[in-house]
């Protein structure tokens, strides 16, 4: 019997984790290598596009995560004092792009893409370092505090401040400052009902949105300089920021500890790569491609950079070939809405809700087309059909 290929994944997030399955799938050999002591997220959660469903579909898992999920209902967007300047249609978004907007906890996701591995497949607690890219007289050479691990590929899921990506690409500039910084929080919130939307003040936005399992989903951004921490803690910075906005935000914020809100600066990758790829070695997600979370597209394009690197896995250039046109205009679109987003000047504001507004009643499905070439993407052919995992591989 040949000998399985070997493919040693940095990092066990969602796009490693997804990529680890595909090839497992495959029938090759994974490892994966998670700094972190546990594969446990941060507490956030992720929406997943009608595109990432269908890429989690090659690998079996696309059902059970819709049957998990909270279908993100009717919505739409407000302004701070709580009017409508645009609904959403959850029924109209399905039909058009072929299956339904949902929203879940990152952990759930996790958990279940980890599952699709056999036991000892992830290793945590395991900083890696790329020693050789290799080559194709050569395998890939990965370190680890326990050794050196030799691999047909090495998958590079090590996130937007990615060691692998500098080792490959020493003169690229890296992610930039986005110009704004993050809130997330996950929460039960007694009491609360209300459609899922998404509010636009000055220089800052507020999301709600409700998770099936009774839980609420809140994010925040606003513009702030890089590196800024609130003087006392982020919940009492977000009081001070968005306590007078319209409900359900007050009630959000008042069942929120100091503890439950995480803060984040936002960088993206404002210069693409010249590649996805080096030697044996390709990267995935935000090591690629960071983008801003305006789109909601960061995680959905891991997923989908996994499935095609696995249709690839024997021709990595036609992976880069594959992915960079894509992400990049994605990646571009989504720096776009974030400039919209977190506008400052009053009077274009002004014109902005006003727009919006009015082309929102004038062409209902307008802004469904900012999600077309995204949301209705498709995986390639599987060339791995078959539902049933290698013999070798259990």
Known sequence: MAQSRHAVVIGGGIGGLTAAAALHRC?????VLE????????????????????????IGLGEEIRDLAAWEG???????????????????????????????????????????????AVRTAAAATLADPGAADR?????????????????????????VRRTLFPDHPGPVYSGFTTWRVVIPVPGAEFASHETWGRGRIWGT???????????AAAT??????????????????????????????????PEDVLRHDVHHIAEPLPAYHRGRVALVGDAAHAMPPT??????????????????????????AARLPRTTAIARQA?????????????????????????????????LRSFEGIADWRPPQQPYASDVTPAGNR
């Open 35 to 58: 700094r972190a002591r546990s594969l446990e997220p941060a507490g956030a959660a992720i929406s997943l596009a009608p595109n990432s469903l269908r890429a989690l579909d090659v």
């Open 74 to 120: 009717d919505g739409g967007l407000r302004t701070p004092g709580g009017r409508w300047l645009a609904r959403s249609d959850a029924a109209a978004t399905a039909e058009r792009f072929g299956g339904p907007l949902v929203l879940l906890h990152r952990a759930t996701l996790i958990h279940s893409l980890a599952a699709q591995l056999p036991p000892g």
């Open 27 to 31: 029938g090759w050999q994974v490892t």
């Open 295 to 320: 789109l909601g597209q960061g995680g959905n394009q891991a997923i989908e950079d996994a499935i095609v690197l696995a249709h690839h896995r024997e021709d990595l250039a036609a992976y880069s």
């Open 209 to 219: 949105h409700p998770l099936k399992d009774g839980r609420v989903y809140a994010y």
């Open 335 to 367: 720096v776009k809405v974030g400039r919209l987003n977190m506008m400052t000047n009053r009077p274009l504001m002004a014109v902005r809700d006003t727009a919006v507004a009015a082309l929102s009643k004038a062409v209902p499905g307008l802004f």
């Open 139 to 163: 395998p890939a050479r990965v370190s680890t505090p326990d050794g050196e691990l030799e691999a047909d590929l090495v998958v590079a899921a090590d996130g937007i401040q990615s060691a």
């Open 224 to 257: 702030a300089p890089a590196g800024e921490h609130a003087p006392d803690d982020e919940k009492a910075e977000l009081l001070r920021r968005y306590g007078d906005w319209h409900d359900p935000i007050p009630a959000v914020l008042a069942a929120a500890r």
